[in-house]
């Protein structure tokens, strides 16, 4: 599935790809805005994880919290769809998280 997004989106910087079985750290309550999602440290770095990732305190999957930097028009290509986020593939072929909200089926 192909989504158009309708305003730019910053992103929240780049990220190392994380192996299933790594621990995470849960650092505050879920996010009022995305449910199921909770901030959180892994390996050292500050990001949110979507409770579907864990099990018994680490990843339960391969996870790279990067979100893409796309502007508004991009055309992206939908991989997964977890909480009210999308993991999408940009047109440079580069892979990340992007708020659904943000984006509609052209």
Not at 16 to 35: K, M, Q, S, W
Not at 60 to 72: F, G, I, S
Not at 84 to 97: F, I, P, R
């Amino acid at each position: 599935m192909q989504v158009k997004v309708l305003q730019n989106h910053p992103g929240e910087g780049q990220f190392p790809t994380f192996p299933a079985g790594t621990p995470v750290t849960i650092t505050g309550d879920e996010c009022a805005e995305f449910l199921h999602w909770y901030p959180c440290e892994i390996d050292g770095h500050a990001t949110y994880v979507p409770d579907t990732f864990l099990h018994n305190g680490a990843l339960n999957r391969t996870y790279n919290p990067t979100e893409l930097v796309q502007k508004a028009g991009d055309i992206l290509t939908v991989n997964a769809i977890i909480n009210a986020w999308l993991l999408a593939t940009n047109a440079t072929g580069q892979t990340g998280w992007i708020p659904a909200e943000i984006c509609i089926t052209p």
